[in-house]
C-alpha cells in the first residue's frame, strides 16, 4: 500500500522547498504552512475545492511574503508543499492537530481513524523532509558560527469559531522576549494594531518551530502571524513584505 502511494505522489511538488540556502542574512525564514496541495490520490480528503481553499488548509498568503523577505534580507526559505491537513510541520507528531480529524469547526474525513502505516507514511513523506531540510540549513549556519534567528511566517483567519479576531497581526514568541518585543514595537504606525503573542501562545505540545528549531539550538525564534484578510491579493502581500523587511533589519541591528 505504501509503495504504491509513493508511486501516486511521485509528480507531486516536492514536500519541501529550500530557496537562498547561502543567504547572509541572520534570518532563516520558515514557511511550515506554505500550500494547500494535497495529492490526487487523498481526493482532497474528502473535502471539496472551496474548503481546500480556507485556512484550515494552510495559511493564506504567506508563501508571497516570505519569498519576497527572503529576496529583499537575503534570508534562506524552507516551505513545505503540502497542505497542513495532510501532517502539519509546525507540530509535533503524535498530537491531535498534527493529523487532525476536525480542523477549526470542518470535519475531515479523510484524517479519521487512521492506521499506524498511514501515519507513519505521513510523517515520512511529508512532514520529515521539511524538517530535515530546516535542521540542515540551521546546523550549517552553527557550524560556520552565523549569527542565526527563527522566523516563521503564518496567517490567521478574521473570525475564529466565532470570535472576532481585533489584531492585524501578532508576534508569537517565549525565550525571545527581546526580539519579539522590538518587533511588536517596530511595527507599530497609525491605524495597525501588532500585538504580543495573539491569536495564540505557543506551547510545547502545540507547537514545533519555535521550541524545536529555535530554543532547542539556543537560538531566538519568533513567528508573525497576519490577518488572511490583509494579504489575500497581490498588493496586499507587497504592502506586508515592504512593511516587514525594514522592521526585520531594525530589530537585527539593534535600531528598533
Known amino acids: 500500500m505504501a509503495d504504491q502511494l509513493a508511486q501516486d ?25 506554505a500550500s494547500n496541495h494535497i495529492p490526487a490520490r487523498y481526493e482532497g480528503l474528502g473535502l471539496d475545492a472551496q474548503e481546500l481553499r480556507r485556512h484550515i488548509a494552510w495559511d493564506i498568503g504567506v508563501a508571497p511574503i516570505a519569498r519576497e523577505l527572503s529576496r529583499v534580507l537575503d534570508a534562506p526559505l524552507v516551505l513545505s508543499g503540502h497542505s497542513r491537513l495532510l501532517i502539519d510541520c509546525n507540530r509535533p507528531v503524535g498530537v491531535a492537530t498534527s493529523i487532525p480529524e476536525i480542523s477549526e469547526t470542518t470535519r475531515i474525513p479523510g484524517n479519521v481513524a487512521l492506521s499506524v502505516g498511514e501515519r507513519a507514511f505521513r510523517e515520512k513523506t511529508f512532514y520529515w523532509p521539511f524538517q530535515k531540510d530546516v535542521a540542515r540549513v540551521l546546523d550549517r549556519r552553527q557550524a560556520q558560527g552565523m549569527p542565526t534567528i527563527v522566523f516563521g511566517v503564518h496567517s490567521f483567519t478574521p473570525v475564529f469559531k466565532g470570535f472576532a479576531r481585533p489584531w492585524h497581526a501578532g508576534i508569537l514568541f517565549r525565550k525571545a522576549q527581546r526580539l519579539g518585543n522590538a518587533l511588536v514595537a517596530a511595527l507599530q504606525e497609525p491605524g495597525l494594531t501588532v500585538v504580543a503573542n495573539e491569536p495564540y501562545r505557543i506551547e510545547d505540545d502545540g507547537d514545533y518551530t519555535v521550541p524545536v528549531h529555535g530554543e532547542a539550538r539556543g537560538l531566538d525564534a519568533v513567528l508573525i502571524e497576519i490577518r488572511q484578510d490583509l494579504i489575500g491579493d497581490a498588493q496586499g502581500q507587497a504592502e506586508w513584505a515592504k512593511r516587514l523587511a525594514p522592521a526585520l533589519q531594525a530589530c537585527v541591528s539593534g535600531s528598533a
Open 9 to 33: 505522489i511521485a509528480g507531486d511538488p516536492p514536500a519541501s522547498e529550500t530557496v537562498n540556502e547561502g543567504g547572509a542574512s541572520p534570518y532563516v525564514l520558515l514557511c511550515e504552512h
